[in-house]
Nanobody, 122 residues
């Protein structure tokens, strides 16, 4: 079994910064890609940012220039640095990992963290 453990999240004022971290553990051969999604009440879950093992990043237009995603392949961790936060960024943020498990090299399985609340006050 694979588990994603998230840290970070909380309450921050508009214009402030917050950092999220996620660590994947278990019988993992590789993770590609790894990233963050978010979901606000009454809205669909949306992509925030992803990053491949080679370092290629993909950002939602709404966060470009403000958020930075990074990862440590050796530690199976991913981080999201969020700057210039806006009230519209308020949502539950979920870590996501597309995992190739050790027990089956032909399979790729999507895993999700439990979610962490990010609230940006005006």
């Amino acid at each position: 079994q694979v588990q994603l453990v998230e840290s970070g999240g909380g309450l921050v004022q508009a214009g402030g910064s917050l950092s999220l971290s996620c660590a994947a553990s278990g019988r993992i051969f590789s993770i590609n890609p790894m990233g963050w999604f978010r979901q606000a009440p009454g809205k669909q879950r949306e992509l925030v940012a992803t990053i491949t093992s080679g370092g290629t990043t993909n950002y939602a237009d709404s966060v470009k220039g403000r958020f930075t995603i990074s990862r440590d392949n050796a530690k199976n961790t991913v981080h999201l640095q969020m700057n210039s936060l806006k009230p519209e960024d308020t949502a539950v943020y979920y870590c996501n990992a597309h995992v190739q498990p050790l027990w089956s090299s032909s399979r790729w399985v999507d895993y999700w963290g439990q979610g962490t609340q990010v609230t940006v006050s005006s």
